[in-house]
C-alpha cells in the first residue's frame, strides 16, 4: 500500500503546473484588453470634448452683456444675465427671431418628413421590385449623391424665377423634399434586412402593396428613416447657401440666414453680437431635442425585421 501511494500523487503533482500555465495568458488577454479600453475610453472622451467645447462656450456666451462678451473669460460666467438676453433676442426688431425660427421649423420639418418619405417608397422599390432600368435609375441616384447642393442653387435659382416660385416658401421647401443619400440607403437597408419570404407571405394572406409598404416595411426600416430624417433635418436646418440664394426677404428667412444678417449689421450696432450669439444658442436646442427624442427608435429598431428559423 505504501508503494502505490506516491505513483497515484506523482499525476497530481505533474498535474498543477501546467494548470498553471493555463491561467497565465488569460490574465495577459485581460490585461491588455483592459488597457485598449481605458484607451478607446480616453480617445472617445477627448473626441467629445473637442465637439462638445463650441456648445458649452455657446451656452456660457449667451449670459454674458455685450461688453462682458468681449472683456471677459470666453469659458466662465461672468454677470450672468441669460433670462435678459433671451428676451432681447425674441423682441428685437418686432420679434422677427420668432418668425426666422417658424420658417426655419417648416423648411426642415417639412422638408425632412417629404423626403423621408420619398426616399423608403423609392427605396423599397428599387429594393423588392424588378423593372427595366432598375440599376440604371440606382446609378443616376448615386450620381445624385456625389453632386455637391452649392452646384445645383444657381441652376434651381433660376428654374425657379422662370416658374415664379424664387422668394417664396416653395424655393426652400421643394429641394428639401429630394434626397439622393435617403434613397441610397433605404435601398441598402431594405435589400438587407426585408426578407423576400416575408413579402410573400404577406401577399398571400391577401395583403396590398401599399399595405405592405405601410404596415411591414416602414417598421423594418425604421433605423434607417430615422437616420435619413435626423440628416436632412440638421442639413436643412443648417442650409445656408440655398435661402441665401432663393430669397430676398426678411420674413422668409431661415435662422440660419437671419442670424447672418445681424451680424452683418453688428459693427453699427454693438448689440447685435449678443444677440447673434444667444440667437445661435437657441437655434441649438431644436437639434438636440430632435437627437434625443429619436435616439429611442435606433435601439428599438435593431431588433426588428429578423425572421424565425
Request: hydrophobic share 50%; net charge positive; charged share 10%.
Amino acid at each position: 500500500m505504501s508503494l502505490q501511494t506516491p505513483a497515484r500523487e506523482v499525476p497530481l503533482r505533474a498535474e498543477s503546473p501546467a494548470s498553471d500555465d493555463s491561467t497565465a495568458p488569460r490574465g495577459g488577454i485581460t490585461g491588455v484588453t483592459t488597457r485598449s479600453r481605458i484607451l478607446v475610453t480616453g480617445l472617445l472622451v477627448a473626441a467629445a470634448g473637442y465637439f462638445l467645447l463650441p456648445v458649452y462656450w455657446l451656452a456660457v456666451a449667451s449670459t454674458k452683456s455685450t461688453g462682458n462678451l468681449f472683456g471677459s473669460f470666453g469659458l466662465w460666467f461672468s454677470h450672468p444675465q441669460f433670462l435678459s438676453n433671451l428676451h432681447q433676442v425674441i423682441t428685437y426688431d418686432h420679434a422677427i427671431y420668432l418668425r426666422w425660427a417658424a420658417n426655419s421649423l417648416l423648411y426642415a420639418g417639412v422638408g425632412a418628413g417629404v423626403a423621408t418619405l420619398l426616399a423608403a417608397m423609392s427605396g423599397y422599390a428599387l429594393a423588392k421590385f424588378s423593372f427595366t432600368g432598375r440599376d440604371t435609375i440606382f446609378n443616376i441616384v448615386l450620381g445624385g449623391v456625389l453632386i455637391p447642393a452649392t452646384a445645383l442653387a444657381l441652376p434651381m435659382y433660376l428654374l425657379f424665377s422662370k416658374a415664379g416660385l424664387a422668394n417664396t416658401y416653395w424655393a426652400v421647401l421643394l429641394p428639401s423634399f429630394v434626397s439622393p443619400f435617403g434613397v441610397y440607403l433605404c435601398r441598402i437597408y431594405a435589400a438587407a434586412s426585408i426578407p423576400d419570404e416575408l413579402l410573400e407571405a404577406a401577399r398571400i394572406d391577401g395583403a396590398g402593396e401599399i399595405r405592405i409598404f405601410t404596415v411591414v416595411a416602414l417598421r423594418i426600416m425604421t433605423p434607417a428613416l430615422v437616420t435619413i430624417f435626423l440628416f436632412q433635418f440638421v442639413g436643412i436646418w443648417n442650409n445656408y447657401f440655398l435661402p441665401l440664394v432663393m430669397l430676398s426677404d426678411s420674413k422668409l428667412y431661415p435662422i440660419t440666414l437671419g442670424l447672418t444678417s445681424w451680424q452683418s449689421f453688428a459693427d453699427r450696432q454693438p448689440q447685435l453680437y449678443q444677440l447673434t450669439v444667444g440667437g445661435a444658442f437657441v437655434s441649438v436646442v431644436p437639434l438636440m431635442i430632435a437627437m434625443v427624442a429619436l435616439q429611442r427608435f435606433w435601439r428599438s429598431g435593431l431588433t426588428e425585421g429578423s425572421v424565425k428559423g
